[in-house]
Structures are given as structure tokens and as C-alpha cells.
T-cell receptor, first 112, second 115 residues
Framework: GQQVMQIPQYQHVQEGEDFTTYCNSSTTLSNIQWYKQRPGGHPVFLIQLVKSGEVKKQKRLTFQFGEAKKNSSLHITATQTTDVGTYFCAGRRNSGNTPLVFGKGTRLSVIA | GAVVSQHPSWVICKSGTSVKIECRSLDFQATTMFWYRQFPKQSLMLMATSNEGSKATYEQGVEKDKFLINHASLTLSTLTVTSAHPEDSSFYIC???????????FGPGTRLTVT
């Protein structure tokens, strides 16, 4: 079945440092979504990428979808303590109503 | 908009009993709802996809007779854990998706502890 792999599993950074998490799928994806889950909370939608090679920015967050639509990355510039949480990528193989397959997530800790 | 609620937020039950968890979309109609299970510090594992008015589609390895899902209306889906055992203790999260939208809106989750 479809697998979505995400690395690293954990990342500890000093406040102000950059952070990147990578997501790879075993199959070509129709689209990929990113979610953030704060400790004790539930996943919150961040963004969806659909087009090959697409790059989207949200303030300090930069999301990228690979040319082959099998990998994606999330980069945070100059991390802040509010960035703490687990970042999940989730891919959908086909458009329509197929469910998302979540990666294992990257847990980010930011040391002030 | 796009608020999803879950009830109860936490529940403790004894082995052998059944527990029902409700997932409601409060301000939109959810044609599809998803049920996930999440173990501590781990990812979300999709259990089943629930479409209004039809039978749920279960993921491989998820027992449909143990985890009964009913999506009776466009705003409500229920998950019943039957004959619960301690290994069923987990965080159960639902999400809802409305027609022609790609976003999934997650509920706050239900923490189930089976003693």
C-alpha cells in the first residue's frame, strides 16, 4: 500500500535557527497536505500543494512539492518557541475522496 | 467556520463494555468523515472512512465488528468500540471533509482508557 515517510523523527533547535522536515511517498501523489499538532492538541491544517514543483509560503514557513510529486518539504526560517509541535505531511494518491495517508511526523522542540 | 466537535473528550471504561464516540461537524455538512487512532507521540493511523448514508470503508487490519461506524447524517458520525480491552486504550480523532473541499477539519479527539 501507499506509504509516506517523514524525516527526521525529532528535531531540537535553538530559537532563531532554521528547521526543515522532509516527506517522501512510495507512489506519486495527487496532492500533499501539511498539518501541525501542538502538544495535547489535534492536527490543524496548514496548507495543500497540488502542482509539480509548487512552492508556497506562509510567513516564515516555506512548503515545497517535488517535481515528481513524490516528495515534499516544510522549512521554517528563524524558529520561535511558538513553532513547537509535531508537523505531519499527509498525501493523497488520487484526487477525490481517497483518504489521506499521514507520515509519522517530525516533533520540533525549540530551545529559547 | 468548519468546527468539528467530539464527545466525550475522555472516557474510562471497564473491559468488556462498549463505548460510543460522537463526531459532529457544527457549521458545515460533512459528506465524508474519517476516524483515526493515535498512540502517544505517534502518527495518526487511519481506521476507516465514513460516507454519509453508506457503509464505512475500513483500513486493513481494522476489525469492522469491533469498531462500528455509523454516519447517519451529514453532520454526525459515531464510532463504537465494542467489547473494549485495555489494548484499545488510545486517542481517537475524527476529521470531517465537506463536499468540494480538500481540507480535513479535525475534532479535538477522545481519549479512551480501558481498565
Amino acid at each position: 500500500g501507499q506509504q509516506v515517510m517523514q524525516i527526521p523523527q525529532y528535531q531540537h533547535v535553538q530559537e532563531g535557527e532554521d528547521f526543515t522536515t522532509y516527506c517522501n511517498s512510495s507512489t506519486t501523489l495527487s496532492n500533499i497536505q501539511w498539518y501541525k499538532q501542538r502538544p495535547g492538541g489535534h492536527p490543524v491544517f496548514l496548507i495543500q500543494l497540488v502542482k509539480s514543483g509548487e512552492v508556497k509560503k506562509q510567513k516564515r514557513l516555506t512548503f515545497q512539492f517535488g517535481e515528481a510529486k513524490k516528495n515534499s518539504s516544510l522549512h521554517i526560517t528563524a524558529t520561535q518557541t511558538t513553532d513547537v509541535g509535531t508537523y505531519f505531511c499527509a498525501g493523497r494518491r488520487n484526487s477525490g475522496n481517497t483518504p489521506l495517508v499521514f507520515g509519522k511526523g517530525t516533533r520540533l522542540s525549540v530551545i529559547a | 467556520g468548519a468546527v468539528v466537535s467530539q464527545h466525550p473528550s475522555w472516557v474510562i471504561c471497564k473491559s468488556g463494555t462498549s463505548v460510543k464516540i460522537e463526531c459532529r461537524s457544527l457549521d458545515f455538512q460533512a459528506t465524508t468523515m474519517f476516524w483515526y487512532r493515535q498512540f502517544p507521540k505517534q502518527s495518526l493511523m487511519l481506521m476507516a472512512t465514513s460516507n454519509e448514508g453508506s457503509k464505512a470503508t475500513y483500513e486493513q487490519g481494522v476489525e469492522k465488528d469491533k469498531f462500528l461506524i455509523n454516519h447517519a447524517s451529514l453532520t454526525l458520525s459515531t464510532l463504537t468500540v465494542t467489547s473494549a480491552h485495555p489494548e484499545d486504550s488510545s486517542f481517537y480523532i475524527c476529521s470531517a471533509r465537506r463536499l468540494s473541499s480538500y481540507e480535513q477539519y479535525f475534532g479535538p479527539g477522545t481519549r479512551l482508557t480501558v481498565t
